[in-house]
Each structure stands twice: as C-alpha cells, then as structure tokens.
C-alpha cells in the first residue's frame, strides 16, 4: 500500500490529524466551561477601562511590589533620558542646534516641574499605571521669554472619558474620546477640562469636554492588537495577582500579631478569688497578669496555667510567595530580582541571561513607543517653532529633522568583560566606535570633543596618563582572572 493509499484511508479526526492540532477549539469535557466572548479590544476596553485604571492605579500607590516594579519599568525604559544625535550635515549648524536643544529642555514642561527628559519618566510611569499617556504640544508667545516659544503639557488617561462614544456635529465618529473622520484617521480629542476624580479642583458634576486638534496631541501608548485606539495599564495581566497576595500577607501578617497578644491562660478552682498581681475588669470579672523578665511566678491552689499554641505560618510560606512573585513578575516582563529586590539565587550567568532578553524587550519599547510617539513629533515641531521664531536659521527644515535617538547605556554586571568585548570588535572591525559609543547613552561626537579638550588641556600642563595601547592591553585579564561573580549566593 501506497502513502496515498495510506493517507486516503486514515480515519478524520485521529490524533495525528488536524483536530489534534486545534485542541483549544474542542468543546470536550475539559473545555466545556471555557466560553469566552469573542470581543474586540476596543470594546473591553470602553466597557472596563474606568475600573481596571481605577484598580490598577490604587495598586501601584498602595502596593510596594507594584510601586517598585513600577519605578523598574520607568527607569529602565527611559532612565536619564532618550536623547536626539542630530543628524545634519553641517557640523556648526548640527551643533548650534544641539546646545539649543539642550537649553530648552529645562523649560519644556508647562508645569515648570521638570525637564524634558523628567517628562519621559512621567510617560514611562504612565504607560505603566494606566496604559497611555497624552502630550499636548502648548505654543507660547514670544513675550512668555522661552529660548523656543514651546512647551508639553501631560494628560492623564482619565481626562480622555472612555464613554464619550458618539456621532459628531461635522459628521465624524467618536470612539472613547477620540474623533475620527470618514477615513480612520484621528482629527481631534475631547479632553475634560478637570480631572474627574480631582475633589480639590471645583466644578460641576460632570467636567465639560473641549475639543483639541489631533496635530497638538501625541498618544504615547503600546498598541497590542491591530486596530486598538486606547492603551492598557502594563500591570493589568499582574492586577489580580498582586491584589491577592498582598491580602494574604496581610491576612498573615495580621494573624501573627493576633496570636503574639496572648500568651497564656490562667485557669482557677474558685472564680472569685482574685490572680496574683492581677488587674480584673469590673465589668466582667475577667483578669490580665502580665509577668517581667525574670520572674518566678508562683501560682495559688487550684491555679493553672496553659499556654496558647498559635498556628505557623508553615514552611510552604515561602515557597509559596516565590512562586507567586515570579509569576508576577513573568507578567510584568520584568526581572524577578527588580520586582523583588531578591538576588539570593541570582549568579552572574542567570542574571546575565536575564537582562538579555529583558533589555530586547525594553529596546522594542524605546525605539516603537517612546522615540517614534514621543520623541520625534517633539523634535519635529520644536523645529518649525525655533524656525518660526528665529532661534535657528534652518536652509532646509526637512533636511534638519534628521536625528537619531539614543537610549541610556545598560549597566553590566561585570562591566570590565563587556569593555573587553567591545574593543576586540572594534579592533576586529566588527563594530565602529560610534555604535560603541552610543550603546553607553552618549553621542561619540560630543564624546571626540571632550576628549580632544581633555588631550589638549593635558599637553599644555604636560600631564601624561596611561591611555595608550599597551596599557589597555595589559589591563585585559587572563581567562584565569576571570571568574563570576555573586556565584552560589
């Protein structure tokens, strides 16, 4: 018999076949109760959206593992700041309009709190709260005295009502806030003018909206599905998780002290006689002794005393918050020990191999989310407002919009081995100095200067340091030397 013959007369629906292939489709035993609406994001999003920001948002306030996860995700998304390497090829105008740049960047936000690069981490902790974030872009005039007559102004998500979902007076749809017209594109938002749950901003019950052009708002949020208009909270897939165990702790945590409060029963043949050095309630009659260090009781005829034997917490306690925090912190997409702050089992491979993958995942992020929604529209329009105002003399504006992002450096555990790696690529070719340079955080332009400032400086006080080749060769150690470490800790 043929492979033909074979394969005509194989019975359907074998366990080689293609129903074994779709198991998650069957309606068997197993899966009988498993019956999900088949919904789109967008829905699930307009329908729950105000709870799960609501719960997610007390989670990250009252919840230390959400509070430091959410301090991790911020600072290893954006850390001191993702900053723009000009790409002109002019070198004196590249440079004139980075030191612009840089100066503006203290009067960036419209709150006057921080910097450009403190409004980053603001977006950062936002995506992680509430899932999105929006940056309306606020002309100014000249008169308000800004080296550039721009500024951002950051929204929460709850200025965006999730329930505005209408029919326009021009005829366009809106959709959780958002105004598109008859091709799908976004025209407008319609933002509350107060914060709804702001009790110290008077107003009435319900805010009044206004609509803001969509060319003045960037939406700064990680799109998951195809088609999504509104962002969720990053700790979402964690909420259930961190809400439970912190429960259970302090259930744990409250039962412990409950049982630590009593240390003993005394019981008595004759109810109305008094306990030595006792203080009785007059109420009921009832007594607390309480003994110092020391002290030698001796009990009356007929007095006895039995001691309470609390419950322990048991030995699967720990095991048991390991297990669950490392789930959490799988749904997070961060690193067990950055939630927890736990490196007990952590050596030098494991955590390496760790924040590998970790880093990829943040990387996609950086380039995706925070450079392509926030970075280079800012950069774009700070452009056109320096061009406008006569901060800088552009000959070709299109030309000078060309600009690389680049994020802050990642820290190594075991920073000399990276450093050797990076040279024997660089000397081997399989690496320029300029990538190696911007893997640090820094542009290698303003890096080539400070060095050419330094040698200079050096020459003419006739200082000599220990740069050279040779040096660097002797500082390389032997695979000896090289050992991991915080290995078996």
Known sequence: MGLFDALRRRKPGGP????????????????????????????????GGPRLLARSREL??????????????????????????????????????????LAW?????????????????????????????????????????????????LLQSEMLPFDKTETAANGNAIRCGIEFDHVGRRVAYHFRRRHPGDSTDRGDTIPETVRVPAEDVLHVYRPLDAGQIRGLPHVAPAMVRLFLLDQYDDAELDRKKTAAMFAGFITKAAPEEQLMGAVEDAEDGTGVASLEPGTLQVLLPGEDVKFSSPADVGGGYEAFQYRTLLAISASLGL????????VRQANYSSLRAELVEFRRRFSQLQHGVIAHQLCRPVWARWLEAAALSGALDLPDIEAARAVQWIPPRWDWVDPLKDIQAQLLAIEAGLMSRRKAVEATGYDIEEIDRENAADAARAAELGLSYGTGPSQRQGARATPSQETEPNKGS
Not at 27 to 36: D, I, S
Not at 335 to 342: A, K
Request: proline letters at 5%; charged letters at 25%.
């Open 16 to 47: 080689s076949g293609m129903r074994a292939r779709l198991e998650g489709a069957m309606a068997k035993r197993r899966l009988r109760g498993w019956n999900p609406p088949l919904e789109n994001i967008n829905a699930l999003v307009a329908s």
């Open 105 to 153: 960047t203290d009067e960036t936000d419209a709150d006057g709190l921080t910097d450009f690069y403190g409004l980053q981490a603001m977006v950062a902790r936002e995506m992680f709260a509430a899932g999105e974030c929006f940056v309306r872009l606020r002309p100014r005039r000249a008169e308000d005295g800004l080296r550039v007559p721009m500024q951002l102004q």
């Open 335 to 342: 690193p067990y020990h950055l939630v927890t702050g736990d």
């Open 60 to 101: 990250v306030v009252t919840n230390g593992y959400a509070a430091n996860a959410c301090e991790a995700f911020a600072a290893n998304l954006v850390g001191d700041g993702i900053k723009p390497s000009s790409l002109i090829a002019d070198a004196e105008l590249r440079d004139r309009v980075q030191r612009l740049w």
